[in-house]
């Protein structure tokens, strides 16, 4: 590889900018330069703004297996004919087919992050095209001679103590009152491929839990990916997207459908109470860890809510366990700026001893 790197990253989620973002900064400061290809899905490109991150976009997506498989055939040309003009050393994504693809078309290394077992569809896409998959110790997918394993979360890209300053003055910003308690609920859209047939809380379940909270003094928040309906329109947070953590950071409580927000807040040392249907080897990690309750479906859902707020000072309890929970993560930034400039020869070290990662915990 060259000294200095050119290398192209495509961006399929709002997630993904944060992934990448702070890894981005610190390369340019080296020389290195980027090509960021982004779909235009919900807040990604306002993020991209926010974050002063020049991209060129490749469109909103498809609806549906017809329409996704169209708009793969159209993303792929796209994400090519940048290729072939910006000539990059290294493409790079949280499993991109595309990237992957193209990484074939022109002959580079196409080097993806992903954590998410059950994101099979995606995972058929993009991982035979690519030369090397980089996934979480816990991941309970074998890639075989592709894979290396970090021991940490993708999430610490940006949330780890090197990146993540929080704002104190989120509260007064949100028109919550210093004293005031409250919990943030997330809501998804259920239109990702992995998502098909799976489930999350219904709007009877979303209702109890809202009146349970009020009744115990919470102000209540939702962000949501689709469109709410009018019940739960009055309490949408209003704040700009790139805040969001600094919310998960002050707030008394959080319970959604993202693995992401789920996992995003648990590291903050937010009680965090994620109901899925889906599960992932992350969401075992941060449950043996003791910062995470993690649901399949509703079933129990609301008995173990009304236990934990009886708790007094359950935040500052879970403190303890999200400390040694960091304490016993590398920093993902810092080894992937490292990976991808000594690239392949990384790739090596690291199959040859995992221990070598050791030196990034801080």
Do not use: C
Request: charge should be positive; avoid cysteine.
């Amino acid at each position: 590889m060259p000294s200095t790197l050119k290398i192209l990253i495509d961006i399929g989620h709002p997630a993904h900018v944060h992934y990448f973002k702070n890894m981005i900064v610190l390369m340019q400061e080296k020389g290195h330069s980027f090509l960021v290809v982004a779909r235009d899905k919900e807040i990604t490109h306002q993020l991209l703004n926010a974050y002063k991150i020049p991209y060129v976009s490749r469109g909103k997506g498809g609806a549906g297996l017809i329409g996704k498989l169209f708009y793969a055939i159209k993303a792929d040309f796209f994400v090519f004919k940048k290729a072939i003009k910006f000539k990059p050393d290294i493409l790079l994504s949280f499993g991109s087919p595309y990237a992957a693809h193209v990484s074939q078309l022109i002959f580079k290394p196409h080097i993806s992050v992903t954590d998410t077992e059950h994101a099979k569809l995606g995972i058929m896409a993009f991982a035979p095209f690519t030369e090397t998959i980089l996934t979480p110790d816990v991941f309970q997918k074998d890639f075989g001679k592709k894979q290396v394993r970090f021991k940490s979360y993708i999430e610490f890209t940006y949330l780890h103590d090197s990146y993540f300053k929080p704002d104190l003055n989120i509260k007064e910003e949100l028109g919550i009152e210093a004293n005031k308690k409250f919990v943030l609920f997330r809501y998804i859209s259920w239109g990702a491929s992995h998502d098909i047939g799976q489930s999350g809380i219904s709007d009877e379940v979303k209702k109890e839990l809202i009146a349970l909270f009020e009744n115990k003094g919470y102000t209540i928040l939702i962000s949501s990916e689709g469109k709410l309906n009018a019940f739960f329109q009055p309490y949408q947070i209003k704040i700009a997207p790139e805040k969001i953590h600094n919310v998960l950071h002050a707030a008394d409580f959080f319970i959604g459908e993202s693995g992401t927000m789920a996992t995003e807040a648990a590291l903050l040392g937010t009680p965090s109470v994620f109901v899925n249907s889906l599960n992932a080897g992350v969401f075992e990690d941060e449950v043996k860890h003791q910062v995470l309750y993690s649901f399949r479906n509703t079933h129990g859902l609301t008995e173990k809510i009304v236990e934990l707020l009886k708790e007094a000072n359950l935040k500052s309890k879970l403190a303890a366990h999200k400390n040694k929970l960091h304490r016993n993560k590398i920093n993902t930034t810092a080894f992937l700026v490292w990976f991808l400039e000594n690239y392949p020869n990384s790739k090596h070290i690291m199959q040859k001893d995992i221990t070598f990662q050791d030196k990034f915990i801080n």
